[in-house]
């Protein structure tokens, strides 16, 4: 039920799908459906960088709003994004799904003890349990997945790139997601 109570907490918040309905027995929920598609997907249709920056404009809205209340994700990644209006850049939404190890900031998602099985798009300090959750961490996972996203890039990609090297690198130096934000519209334009 983690993620009901995650759905719970942010159901305020634009680019999270809503809670419908929680069933104990047997334990189940229901939350509403946005889009079909993830990006992954999205991805093999080869979309404009345009479709791309909406997509990554939304997305760091949404983690803004999650800091805003210290909240992390911590499970940012192509497949955990849900795409509504495909292919089209001016209708393109993106939904930000899986809430299952949403925490405040300051847990180990993980527990305390360093995971040697961490996927490459966790911040390294989360995975040795050298730092806890934050937005730094989560700005990890949004580099990476940024850094994937560049090879379909061509004129932002520049901006993207020192993007991805700024989210990639010293937790303290990472940027937030309210100056990420500005960055992708900036590349936008």
């Known amino acids: 039920m983690h993620e009901a109570n995650a759905l719970a907490i942010t159901k305020n918040i634009r680019g999270v799908p809503r809670l419908v309905a ?8 229901i939350m509403t459906m ?21 997509i990554m404009h939304s997305v760091s809205g949404t983690l803004a709003a999650f800091h805003k209340l210290g909240l992390s994700h911590n499970d940012i990644k192509a497949d955990n994004i849900t795409i509504c209006g495909g292919l089209n850049a001016s209708n393109t939404t993106a939904t930000l ?9 300051g847990e180990y998602p993980f527990g305390m003890l360093p995971r040697r099985d961490g996927k490459s798009f966790y911040a390294p300090e989360l995975m040795r349990a050298e730092m806890p959750t934050s937005e730094a ?6 580099g990476y997945l940024s850094r994937c996203l560049m090879p379909l890039m061509r004129e932002s990609r520049p901006m993207i790139s020192k993007l991805v090297h700024r989210a990639l690198g010293d937790p303290s130096k990472r940027p937030t997601f309210h ?5 992708i519209r900036k590349a936008a334009d």
């Open 22 to 29: 929680v069933s104990l027995d047997p334990p189940a929920i």
């Open 34 to 54: 946005h889009g079909t598609v993830n990006l992954v997907a999205l991805c093999r249709m080869m979309p404009n960088e345009y479709v791309l920056l909406r």
């Open 97 to 105: 799904v899986d809430l299952g190890l949403l925490t405040r900031h």
């Open 137 to 142: 961490t989560d700005m990890y996972s949004f």
């Open 179 to 183: 100056q990420v934000r500005k960055i």
